[in-house]
């Protein structure tokens, strides 16, 4: 989950989120199993195919995924010293392509949908004292958070990288994680203080009065 929601409409957006989680939920099974390199080149093509057909905003986001080269070529470099090129394609590919499915998902699915589809899981334990909500709020905001702390990642090192041809510093490493941490405290705040923040906007009770609403508000300005 590489960048934030896409915004223009495409027709992976009229999918309903309970099937586009689904099928998330079976091909992460189906790549799990897989250890033949083919497999997952296949699947890539076809997963670019997919991003091609939903315009230009999408296939710019894969301009983010050079973010990811570093951690790929550690994993592939690993796997190839210790079990051989098959498994480390194998190892790679799939990372690729969690990463690149996952993306897909969220950038065409909004968070109050995917919050709707999550939080029927829960019902059967609420006579355990599971708050269904909460659960499937923390869930949702967890797949939310990611792509948005990608981003900032992606926009602090392109700025270093900008000022300096040196290698990333752990000093930015320290600023990303306070990043992580004040917008962890901003989300929470906001879902303590919902109505202090929505004060006098005609959206109170409705999109701003659930908490979701708030995190979703908060992760929009700081994203």
Sequence with gaps: MIGGHLYSQTWLHHLSASLKLLALLVMTIFFVAQQYWLVFAFAL??????????????????????ALLPLLLII??????????????????????????????????????????????????????????KMALAIALVIRFIPVLFDIWTRRREAWRARTSRRVPMLLIKLFLLDTLQMADHVAEANRDEWSLCSGSARCGQSFGDPLGVAEHVLRIGG
Excluded: C, H
């Design 45 to 66: 093509g076809v997963v670019l195919a997919v991003y091609a057909s939903l315009g230009r905003q999408a296939l710019r986001r894969l301009l983010q995924l050079r």
């Design 76 to 133: 592939y470099g690993l796997q190839l010293y210790t079990s051989g090129y098959n498994q480390a394609a194998v190892s790679a590919g799939r990372l690729l392509l969690m990463i690149m499915l996952a993306d897909l998902v969220t950038m065409t699915t909004p968070m109050q949908m995917m919050l709707d589809t999550i939080a029927p899981l829960f019902k059967p334990f609420e006579r355990f004292g599971v708050n269904a909500r």
